[in-house]
């Protein structure tokens, strides 16, 4: 099973307005963690956020969020106010507590900000 | 720049060769990991050190091999290389071998081509 999915392979989102980009996960670990990272056209991979387990309330960093509902297994990233630069492959990755140290990463989706 | 360096950038080189990718993680992180990026299979961990220690390992063929040294710089050796090794290889680092919390630091990737 994958343990990472995401099913959006493409998305096209206004100027200005706010885009959800899904990811489910399946884990039988209590502990672990959801990260989320973005994949410009130059390659670099740059982290966004991260939402743990135990996690009460849901993370953000500026114009990101994570809406993170634990009982669907969900960790959706929001983009508030998409700006031309948010076009990018957006990928969503888990880490568990107890079986070392690598990063379960999905499929990818691909972000379009048009003007 | 996110601290982790890897060199080369590109690399273009025919089938049967050998190569060999370098990463130099962020200052004061311990642990390095490999991960290959293709079109078909998304990105597939491939191996962690831990300060010169193998730590963990996953979908890495026979036909690679990584090493990191006393100065926790890291090595991928990849040998006999087929057209579907073409990929762009990631190495991140992190402080510690455990959940931080914070995800990797990726470097910016080296390209391979194999024609």
């Known amino acids: 099973a994958q343990k990472i999915t995401q099913t959006q392979p493409g998305m096209f989102v206004q100027e200005k307005e706010a885009v959800t980009l899904d990811c489910t996960y399946d884990t039988s670990d209590p502990s672990y963690g959801l990260f989320w990272y973005k994949q410009p056209s130059s390659g670099e991979m740059i982290f966004l956020i991260y939402q743990g387990s135990y996690d009460q309330q849901n993370a953000t960093e500026g114009r990101y969020s994570l809406n993170f509902q634990k009982a669907r297994k969900s960790a959706n990233l929001v983009i508030s106010a998409s700006q031309l630069g948010d076009s990018a492959m957006y990928f969503c990755a888990m880490r568990e507590e107890n079986t070392g140290n690598q990063f379960y990463f999905g499929t990818g989706t691909s972000l379009t900000v048009i003007p | 720049d996110s601290g982790v360096t890897q060199t080369p950038k590109h690399l273009i080189t025919a089938t049967g060769q050998r190569v060999t990718l370098r990463c130099s993680p962020r200052s004061g992180d311990l642990s390095v990991y490999w991960y290959q990026q293709s079109l078909d299979q998304g990105l597939q961990f491939l191996i962690q050190y831990y300060n010169g220690e193998e730590r963990a390992k996953g979908n890495i063929l026979e036909r690679f091999s990584a090493q990191q040294f006393p100065d926790l710089h890291s090595e991928l050796n990849l040998s006999s290389l087929e057209l579907g090794d073409s990929a762009l290889y990631f190495c991140?680092?992190?402080?510690?071998?455990?959940?931080?919390?914070?995800?990797?630091?990726f470097g910016s990737g080296t390209r391979l081509t194999v024609v």
């Open positions: 991140a680092s992190s402080v510690g071998g455990y959940r931080d919390g914070y995800g990797y630091t």
